[in-house]
């Protein structure tokens, strides 16, 4: 299956600094991508889509101020914690969907662990 | 709003077949069952995926109901490495669909 990487794959950073995280699909070209938070012990939840070369449409309840999404090509899509507090800290995970024909399946990274401390 | 009831946790012996159920009473005609499964602290994994009819793979079997409001995942030979998080989650397969996750099913396979 296709696949779908992200970097760094865990991350600790200083309260009040920015982390970015990347997401790449490494051999199709994603016209979504999307963006997960999972806690502990809990399932994932959609915060954001986005579309290449378009704004990301945020779920209800996240802040996009907050963070900020960038989809500037097809293979890759940046997710940017600004300001990042205690509470912040999760498991980030991406996917991309390739989107085109009658097809669709959507492609999982790996995930990003950041901690804030 | 998930549109699937799992049961929280499942425990299955290794060798054994392993039977995920899922409703989805409300899934549209045009939904799809699609299930992925989550090994701790990695990103969900696709599994399988189907509209009415069974579908089996490399992986795992689908049964759906006729009446397409509940569906079975079946793992035929259970091992220690297939223990993770099961969700099943009912979209579309094209335009612009969003996969919404559930609570899943903590499957446990026990040796």
């Known amino acids: 299956g296709a696949v779908v990487s992200q970097h760094p794959s865990r991350v600790i950073c200083k309260s009040g600094t920015s982390v970015k995280i990347e997401c790449r699909s490494l051999?199709?070209?994603?016209?979504?991508m999307f963006w997960y938070r999972q806690f502990p012990k809990q399932s994932l939840m959609l915060m954001a889509t986005?579309?290449?070369?378009?704004?990301?449409?945020?779920e209800q309840g996240v802040e996009k101020d907050k963070f900020l999404i960038n989809h500037a090509s097809l293979t890759l899509s940046t997710l940017t914690v600004t300001s990042a507090h205690p509470e912040d800290s999760s498991f980030y995970i991406c996917?991309?969907?390739?989107?085109?024909?009658?097809?669709?399946?959507?492609?999982f990274g790996p995930g990003t662990r950041l901690t804030v401390l | 709003d998930a549109k699937t009831t799992q049961p929280p946790s499942m425990d299955c012996a290794e060798g054994r077949a392993a039977n995920l159920p899922c409703n989805h009473s409300?899934?549209?005609?045009?939904?799809?069952v699609y299930w992925y499964r989550q090994i701790h602290s990695q990103g969900p994994q696709y599994i399988i995926h189907?509209?009415?009819n069974n579908e089996t793979n490399e992986m795992a079997s689908l049964i759906i109901t006729e009446d397409r409001k509940s569906s079975t995942l079946i793992l035929p030979h259970a091992t220690l490495r297939d223990t993770a998080v099961y969700y099943c989650?009912?979209?579309?397969?094209?335009?612009?669909?969003?996969?919404?996750f559930g609570a899943g099913t903590r499957l446990f396979v026990k040796a």
């Open positions: 996917s991309a969907r390739e989107g085109r024909g009658g097809y669709n399946e959507q492609f």
């Open positions: 051999d199709f070209q994603a016209t979504t």
């Open positions: 986005s579309n290449e070369g378009s704004k990301a449409t945020y």
């Open positions: 409300t899934i549209s005609g045009n939904e799809y």
């Open positions: 189907g509209l009415k």
């Open positions: 989650i009912v979209r579309l397969d094209t335009g612009g669909f969003k996969t919404i």
